[in-house]
Structure formats: C-alpha cells, structure tokens
C-alpha cells in the first residue's frame, strides 16, 4: 500500500527564521513522484515541485529547497527566510506506477509571525 | 485564460436540494478529477474520467453522480445534498492515467444548511 506522511500538524514560527516541512512515504513501486503543493488561505491548491523516483538530486528554488533521500523515503521541504506571505497549509503527495491517483498526506499548516 | 475552472465559487444551499458543480479546463488534457476536502483539510479523490471514461470511483454516496461531456468538461451533480456534503470541492486535470502533476480549479465551497 502507498502511503503520505505528514507527522507535523502544525509548525509557527518567527518570519525570517527557516523551517522544515517533512514528509515520508511508503511504495512498494520502483517507479514513482513525488509532489509539493500549498494551499495559501485563499483557498487554491498550487503546484511546487515533482520529483521522480531516479532524481535525488536536492533541488532549490529561491528561498524553497527540497531533499529526496530515497535510503530515508523521505522528501522533506524547507523554507529559508520565511516569510509572513509563506503563510499556508503545504501538501506532500505521491503516484506511483501502481495506480491513477495521487496518494496525499495530511498536510502541514505553517504560520509564519511577522 | 484559466486553465481549469470550476463553477460557482460559492453554494450555499438547503439540505434535501439538487446542485450541480461544472468544471471546464481548457489544457488539453485527457484526465479529470473531482476531490473533496473536509474542514481538516484532508483531500479525498471521489472520481476520475479518462477521455470521458470512469476510471476510479471511490466510495461516494450514490448521490454524488459525475458527467463528462467531453474530455474537456467533467461536472458533478450532488442529489439530496446533506449537512455533511459541506466541504470545498475540486476539480484537477493532467494529461495520461500516469500522475505527473494535477492542475487544479480554484474550489467550489459548498454549504449545506
């Protein structure tokens, strides 16, 4: 069975400080995504970032970065000098090649103080 | 020009009433879903139509029925709506069966009263 976990319900922090959203799965595929989304309090679900299963390179975009450590099947998120507009409930998820549906974890709701 | 677009943004409505949710994307895709997320936040998928095929279908109530036109359209239509049937519905679409990535629709809150 493929699984998304979100452990951290929650996260608030001091903007300007770094924090890191983790997120570990489980597959038993070979071929898999991972995926990033936020869900700002407006409401819309955006797209982040897509990870393939062969790519572990870390991957950074502007203050985002994102870790995939497959030994770990973790693909954690951190933000580097939040901001308050950081502010939004940031989803993981997962598709593997065994089926036709992104696998979602909980979310993460981080609350970023001015 | 929206990609995906869900209509209305809002409905408010009484229980036992019939509603309908339209969903249009205009990406070209072949895929197109219908998700429901609670008041936690939780994403459920309820269905999915591949080129105007179901392709899974979750357990939902029967009341829920989907209806795809055209590849390009995939409409919800909610009978008999309930108390519980309050949550924000979203349409997505991405193109093959395999999940490279969802565009989503910017949500339908419905609320039952």
């Known amino acids: 069975a493929q699984k998304v976990t979100q452990a951290q319900t929650e996260i608030s922090v001091v903007e300007k400080e770094d924090v890191t959203l983790d997120c570990v799965y489980e597959?038993?595929?070979?071929?898999?995504?991972l995926f990033w989304y936020k869900q700002p309090p407006s409401g819309e679900l955006v797209f982040l970032i897509r990870r393939n299963s062969f790519d572990e390179q870390n991957e950074i975009s502007g203050r985002y970065s994102w870790n995939f450590q497959k030994s770990t099947s973790s693909f954690n998120f951190t933000i580097t000098a939040s901001q308050v507009v950081d502010s939004a409930v940031y989803f993981c998820a997962l598709s593997g090649d065994s089926n036709y549906q992104l696998i979602w974890g909980a979310g993460t709701k981080l609350i970023i103080k001015p | 020009d929206t990609a995906v677009s869900q209509t209305p943004k809002y409905l408010v409505t009484q229980m036992g009433n019939d509603k309908s949710i339209k969903c249009e994307q205009n990406l070209g895709h072949d895929t197109m879903y219908w998700y429901k997320q609670d008041s936690k936040k939780f994403l459920k998928i309820m269905f999915s139509?591949?080129?105007?095929?179901?392709?899974i279908n979750e357990t939902v109530p029967n009341r829920f029925s989907p209806k795809s036109p055209d590849k390009a359209h995939l409409n919800l239509h909610i009978n008999s709506l309930e108390l519980g049937d309050s949550a924000v519905y979203f349409c997505?679409?991405?193109?093959?069966?395999?999940?490279?990535?969802?565009?989503f629709g910017s949500g339908t809150r419905l609320t039952v009263v």
């Open positions: 139509y591949n080129n105007k095929e179901l392709i």
């Open positions: 997505a679409s991405s193109q093959g069966l395999r999940v490279y990535g969802y565009t």
């Open positions: 597959t038993r595929d070979t071929t898999y995504y």
